[in-house]
């Protein structure tokens, strides 16, 4: 018997027996070259390793460790123009701030309701499979839960920019939540 090792890319699907086509063909997605495009995961794998750091153990220098990674990676995507999967409906990229704007009623029943206590939660990964795009969100450590990492179809999110605009009051009862906040 012969094993055979295929690669695929986890943007198109594109399959191959050779590891450089695949890398070579991820990489065209960002318009980065190989190297490039294994220096921004490293970067981004920096961020998901500072994020577990300040969620196990939350202090000034782990903040700051978190943040410079953070600054990093989006520093590196600005310069080399990587603006994320562009989807017809949105586009987000690892850095962007989130909330749950339309969750997938029929998934949560069939597999797992997806629970968190954070309302907002951070972009760490954007992945294009089978031509639907998914987006990994990691909502950070409050009082009464815990940090947790989901998955959901881009379909799903907003960006927390299109809500800046209102106040506690309106964001209280727009999505039926209780902010606990003192006005100064």
Not at 101 to 122: A, I, L, M, Q, W
């Amino acid at each position: 018997m012969k094993n055979k090792s295929y690669y695929v890319c986890e943007i198109c699907g594109k399959q191959s027996e050779d590891r450089e086509e695949i890398l070579t063909c991820e990489a065209a997605h960002y318009g980065l070259s190989i190297a490039e495009k294994q220096q921004w995961d490293k970067m981004k794998k920096k961020c998901r390793v500072a994020s577990y750091a300040v969620n196990a153990n939350c202090n000034e220098h782990t903040n700051q460790a978190y943040e410079e990674a953070i600054e990093n990676c989006l520093h590196y995507e600005k310069e080399h123009h990587i603006h994320g999967l562009v989807t017809k409906e949105k586009s987000f990229v690892p850095g962007d701030v989130v909330y749950v704007s339309n969750p997938d009623k029929e998934y949560e029943k069939k597999y797992v309701r997806r629970e968190h206590k954070s309302f907002f939660g951070t972009v760490m990964n954007v992945i294009l499979h089978d031509s639907e795009t998914y987006v990994e969100v990691n909502f950070p450590t409050v009082p009464n839960g815990n940090t947790v990492e989901w998955c959901y179809s881009v379909k799903e999110l907003s960006p927390a920019a299109e809500i800046k605009h209102l106040t506690l009051e309106e964001l209280e009862n727009r999505f039926r939540i209780q902010v606990f906040a003192k006005y100064l």
